[in-house]
């Protein structure tokens, strides 16, 4: 059995989550950009090989969307926690 940690249940069969998709920044406008940049956004994948921050969601748990720093070669979880906004530079 595979383990995922929430970070407000604990550890849960990887079952009990769905996954998001790897972490990308939102443009900051989105509807002043092309077509063109905004599919690319939605479905353009990195697909790197590495660590990879992903978004990850426990629906059959607590209901949060969570971050995890998944390594996509071994497919170890290196550490979950919840997303936090950037702060704005003023």
Not at 20 to 37: I, V
Request: overall charge positive.
């Amino acid at each position: 059995m595979v383990l995922l940690e929430c970070p407000n249940c604990g550890a849960r069969n990887v079952a009990e989550f769905r996954y998001g998709g790897e972490l990308k920044p939102r443009p900051a406008q989105p509807m002043a950009g092309s077509e063109e940049s905004w599919v690319d956004f939605v479905f353009m994948k990195q697909n790197k090989l590495g660590l990879q921050a992903e978004w990850w969601y426990h629906r059959a748990g607590c209901g949060i969307w969570f971050m995890a720093e998944r390594h996509t070669k071994s497919n170890q979880v290196v550490k979950t926690y919840r997303w936090q906004p950037a702060e704005k530079a003023s």
